[in-house]
């Protein structure tokens, strides 16, 4: 069978005899995939004027509500993945992580919509005052790149790999050419075809390059981006070619590391923090036959204890059933070629100059349902290096498989040296329940670290382990582990974005960011904006309220009903030594003295109070003072019905500037309110 790519809107079968992908439990050709022939410079610009252009005349709610929708399609059909699966060697729980995690994280970032504006440009923080009298300002923005992304993507998740970089650049607005590794690219290829045929996500935001994609980066522009998981050495070999170079194209690297697991001085063999770091680690090398960017490669352990853990870690892996996947009493799969498995043997000699053998054996393995010889399977192996900081091939050599190497420390110190010899890393597991050698570990290993877990007995019941980067952290690690960041929530689609600082005066900022910027101009209507639906405000529209008087009743009356008695509002006597000339009103009372100011009481389209997003107590304010607030519509967000029965409405943030009789602020805040839409008229 030949593998086919989707390039310029249609299935295109790889021209050329092309590379075979085997079965890696039967050692069976699968089919066989290439990339002869193919004008990546065609399929570039196909992606930039047909995908691009689709995606960029969304916004940045509606693409959250097309991966919701895409989400919900492919986890209807999530089950038709998971015998394709099993031909990569992967369990089914190896599986799941990689299809419904995929899944998932489609899924979270759909959620991020409610977080991201209902416009084509996204303000990012505050406004920056460039001029004393403030009519010359700034505001950061992030705007789509017009460009495409090229995701090269590793062997080892062919799902998850995909879809959670697919997320943050379609979710950003640009579009994707996917080249998954020639070893596991049919089961990519799958999940390419339904979700073409689902017609949800627009013609050319996905294009799927099947093969080896020699000079694929050949026509990148400073408007594209490469995002590449893989080795440190393909990865730096990437990043230095030329058009990147050139171009200064954004890359993002995620590269396999040497991870490691400490065992805290406090963990003692026996206790329930021990038990769970030898579980930590022998799932680490099980999951994906230990084919992960972020399994566990090194083991650092208190040097009286490294015995108690090479024993309990080997009676562990003794009890992990290994074999066909599709046998329902397998834990451990096979490694995803022959040619990998004589790749970690390799690997395994370099290791052996450092170490020595202590469990397993490399060369034969006994399997359940599956033969050793035709399938690509490996035993479990633990390596023991008594003198790490001597003999460093542990810190310099992965073997991309299920091998682990023991190593002795003495103090917290010396692991924090050790863990470092690894130059970089995506991830390492602290166990312990010490605060202070929790704390002293992530000052010493966070800068060499992209995530740190730390284990005990009460973060294990919901913790999602060491080698599982979540949609909402950060994914990548310094160094060896390549230097760059995926997921993070908003951040993970930040890679797909031009921050531009705008320049210039507060009204024509408001108008090119439909986000209010102070000192812009302030309309004023007849008609109170609490009267108004929520298409009928506008940006800048400002409700100008009538003034109150501050009394020393109002202050003691709020006292009494808030019971904050603080000293400050109610005690004269006390305010020597204080900011405070004399008895000062409560923040919260001027807070809502405001909201008694701007409130329209009559029943109209505003439906609640949503909340404060921001709010500061500029200045003090006094019995004598006159207080008097300017509500200006700051922006405006719609939101989902849930149902039919469900109001159609949306937030309104509003700035509300309390000033007093000189006109100097004494408090700002935004404020959120939920705002009914206008009746439908179908």
């Not at 986890?75 to 995929?102: F, M």
């Not at 959620?111 to 303000?123: N, Q, T």
């Not at 029943?603 to 107590?617: A, D, I, Q, S, T």
Request: proline content about 5%; charged content about 20%.
């Amino acid at each position: 069978m030949k593998l086919s790519h989707y390039i310029l809107g249609k299935w295109t079968p790889h021209a050329g005899e092309g590379l075979p992908q085997y079965d890696a439990v039967t050692g069976e050709v699968i089919g066989t995939c290439g990339t002869e022939g193919l004008d990546y410079a065609d399929i570039m610009a196909y992606g930039r004027q047909v995908g691009g252009a689709a995606l960029r005349k969304m916004t940045f709610r509606e693409r959250g509500l097309m991966l919701k929708k895409l989400a919900f399609r492919l986890h209807e059909i999530r089950q038709h993945y998971y015998p394709l699966s099993y031909r990569t060697g992967a369990t089914k729980s190896d599986s799941w992580v990689d299809i419904d995690g995929g899944i998932g994280t489609l899924f979270a970032y759909a959620s991020l919509r409610r977080k991201l504006p209902d416009d084509y440009l996204w303000v990012d923080g505050e406004q920056a005052r460039l001029s004393k009298q403030g009519s010359f300002t700034g505001q950061h923005v992030f705007i789509p790149r017009q460009g495409v992304a090229i995701h090269i993507n590793a062997f080892n998740f062919p799902i998850w790999g995909m879809l959670e970089k697919l997320s943050g650049n379609w979710l950003a607005g640009m579009p994707a050419v996917v080249k998954p590794s020639e070893l596991t690219s049919f089961l990519a290829e799958a999940m390419v075809r339904d979700i073409i045929e689902s017609g949800i996500v627009p013609e050319g935001a996905l294009q799927l390059i099947n093969g080896p994609g020699r000079g694929i980066l050949d026509p990148v522009t400073g408007q594209d981006v490469v995002t590449f998981t893989g080795s440190a050495s393909t990865g730096r070999l990437l990043r230095s070619h030329p058009a990147v170079i050139a171009e200064a194209v954004h890359f993002n690297m995620e590269a396999d590391s040497l991870n490691a697991a400490v065992l805290g001085k406090d963990v003692n063999p026996g206790s329930e923090e021990f038990s769970l770091f030898i579980k930590e680690i022998r799932r680490e090398m099980t999951a994906k036959c230990g084919q992960k960017c972020t399994a566990i490669r090194r083991v650092i352990v208190p040097a009286d204890r490294l015995e108690a853990v090479e024993k309990a870690l080997a009676d562990s892996l003794a009890q992990t059933a290994i074999g066909n996947p599709g046998n329902e009493k397998v834990r451990m799969g096979a490694l995803v070629s022959i040619g990998q498995r004589e790749k970690v043997r390799t690997q395994l000699g370099e290791l052996l100059r450092a170490s020595t053998l202590v469990y397993g054996n490399p060369d034969q393995v006994e399997v359940l349902e599956a033969d050793d010889r035709t399938g690509a399977f490996m035993s479990p192996l633990i390596l023991r290096n008594e003198s790490p900081f001597r003999q460093e091939a542990s810190h310099q050599v992965e073997a991309f498989g299920p091998i682990v190497t023991l190593m002795p420390y003495a103090e917290t110190p010396e692991a924090v040296e050790l863990v470092n010899k690894g130059k970089g890393s995506l991830v390492s597991t602290l166990c312990t329940a010490d605060p202070e050698i929790a704390r002293e570990y992530v000052l010493g290993a966070g800068p060499y670290h992209g995530r740190i877990l730390i284990l005990n007995r009460e973060s294990a019941p919901e913790s999602t382990g060491h080698g599982s980067p979540m949609p909402l952290l950060v994914h990548g690690g310094p160094g060896r582990a390549g230097g760059g960041e995926e997921l993070g929530g908003l951040r993970g689609i930040s890679h797909y974005l031009q921050r531009t600082a705008l320049q210039g005066h507060p009204t024509m900022l408001t108008a090119v960011t439909n986000v209010y910027q102070p000192g812009g101009f302030q309309k004023e209507t007849p008609v109170h904006p609490f009267r108004k639906y929520f298409e009928e405000l506008e940006i800048g529209e400002t409700l100008v309220t009538s003034r109150h008087t501050v009394t020393e009743a109002d202050i003691v009356n709020f006292a009494n009903v808030s019971g904050d008695h603080f000293y400050a509002h109610v005690d004269e006597t006390a305010l020597e030594g204080t900011p405070f000339e004399r008895r000062v009103a409560h923040g919260y009372w001027v807070l809502s003295k405001a909201a008694g100011l701007f409130v329209e009481p009559k029943k109209g389209p505003v439906l609640l109070n949503y909340g404060l997003e921001e709010c500061r107590f500029t200045k003090p304010v006094y019995p004598g003072m006159t207080i008097g607030v300017k509500l200006t519509v700051k922006e405006k967000i719609a939101q989902e019905q849930r149902d039919d029965e469900d109001f159609r409405k949306g937030i309104v943030k509003w700035l509300a500037d309390v000033t007093d009789e000189t006109g100097e602020t004494v408090a700002i805040a935004t404020v959120l309110t939920m705002v009914k839409m206008k009746p439908s008229t179908h």
